[in-house]
């Protein structure tokens, strides 16, 4: 109920909502439901997030995993795996994002084992933003041109193929590679376009804008807006 809950409400609410929470996984202890007792903990990881309480975030969400492995719930274990990279890249230091990517790369492990493929590319974006962290774009550009692939593929709408491909330009950008951060901004829009998707299609002619940035090349950038 707690997981449900939070959900549907803005941060400042999903912090609000940790003692309730706490209040079900105490129940759930008692009835011994270990699933439900781990979703609620990844609910309360998740208030953690929200009231920047790293430390309490990270203890909920391996609590969360150790019950999901113990039952053998590996989309549970995915999960809490991506709620612990979650926590880890609260820190904001190189060794916590190294932390974070190992805690990703494992959930994407899992859903794609499972089949989850809508799952596995929102997980690459993830894959990708720790690759850019952690200074490696040459695999940023492996992981968002996968996700991008994959949201093309199932015809993810509302801006999810959009943000794949600007992670991927700013791969490309971060490798000066700016004609093709440039040529996969301009592939999106004409793509986009052409499938009326207007949403998609305005988030790529921003990314063809700040690409001509980068190439300092504003009056083309200006012509695009």
């Given at each position: ?90 820190e ?39 690759f ?51 040529q996969v ?25 700040h ?15």
């Amino acid at each position: 109920v707690a997981e449900v809950w939070l959900e549907e409400r803005s941060g400042e609410e999903r912090a609000a909502a940790l003692r309730p929470a706490e209040a079900a996984r105490s129940d759930l202890q008692r009835l011994g439901d270990k699933r439900l007792e781990a979703a609620t903990l990844l609910a309360m990881s998740e208030a953690g997030v929200a009231r920047r309480d790293r430390s309490k975030a990270q203890q909920d969400a391996e609590q969360a995993l150790d019950l999901f492995r113990n039952i053998d719930d590996r989309l549970g274990e995915a999960r809490a795996l991506h709620a612990l990279s979650v926590a880890h890249f609260m820190e904001a230091s190189y060794t916590a994002y190294d932390q974070s990517l190992k805690c990703a790369q494992e959930a994407m492990a899992i859903y794609e084992e499972l089949g989850l493929q809508g799952l596995l590319a929102t997980e690459l974006i993830t894959v990708a933003d720790l690759f850019l962290n952690l200074d490696r774009p040459r695999q940023a550009v492996t992981a968002s041109k996968e996700a991008a692939h994959l949201f093309r593929k199932l015809g993810y709408g509302r801006g999810s193929e959009a943000l794949a491909l600007g992670m991927l330009v700013q791969s490309h950008t971060e490798l000066d590679q700016l004609s093709q951060a440039l040529q996969v901004a301009k592939d999106g829009a004409a793509r986009f376009k052409a499938a009326g998707d207007r949403r998609q299609e305005a988030l790529a002619l921003d990314l063809v804008a700040h690409a001509h940035l980068e190439k300092s090349e504003p009056e083309e950038a200006l012509d695009v807006t």
